[in-house]
């Protein structure tokens, strides 16, 4: 079931697609790559690889499967929406952003993969286009 829209900003609707080809074709994905170093020139290095971390600490952390859509959907499966939120508050509402992350994951500790969703965030808005 895809119950959500996609977000309107342009920025998280990248990351957005980058997780979902990373999710589906490994960490390594040269759509995803691609994406980042048309958006953010020779800065992309630093967003890209906060998101490989990202996806990969997400698959080894989580306790249950996270759902998510092909990149062609213009909807989001709502385990994308609540990563979009968190991913959204990690700077500017950690409290909400954490826990939202623990219901994500099914683990109510995680205090390493909170600071990997705050790298990403800064990533983007260190680059000039934050999330």
């Known amino acids: 079931m895809l119950p959500h829209r996609q977000p309107d900003s342009r920025m998280a609707r990248l990351a957005l697609f980058a997780v979902r080809q990373m999710g589906a074709n490994g960490l390594h994905d040269a759509h995803a790559q691609h994406a980042l170093f048309l958006t953010f020139g ?25 759902r998510i859509a092909p990149r062609c959907c213009c909807r989001m499966t709502a385990d994308e929406e ?26 109510r500790t995680t205090p390493g993969l909170f600071m990997t969703v705050q790298f990403v965030a800064d990533a983007f808005a260190d680059a000039g286009r934050p999330l």
């Open 42 to 66: 020779q800065r992309y290095r630093r967003p890209l690889t906060a998101l490989r971390t990202l996806v990969f600490e997400l698959s080894q952390t989580s306790s249950r499967p996270i």
């Open 82 to 107: 609540a990563l979009v939120t968190i991913l959204q508050r990690a700077t500017d509402n950690a409290p909400a952003a954490e826990m939202l992350l623990a219901d994500l994951t099914g683990c």
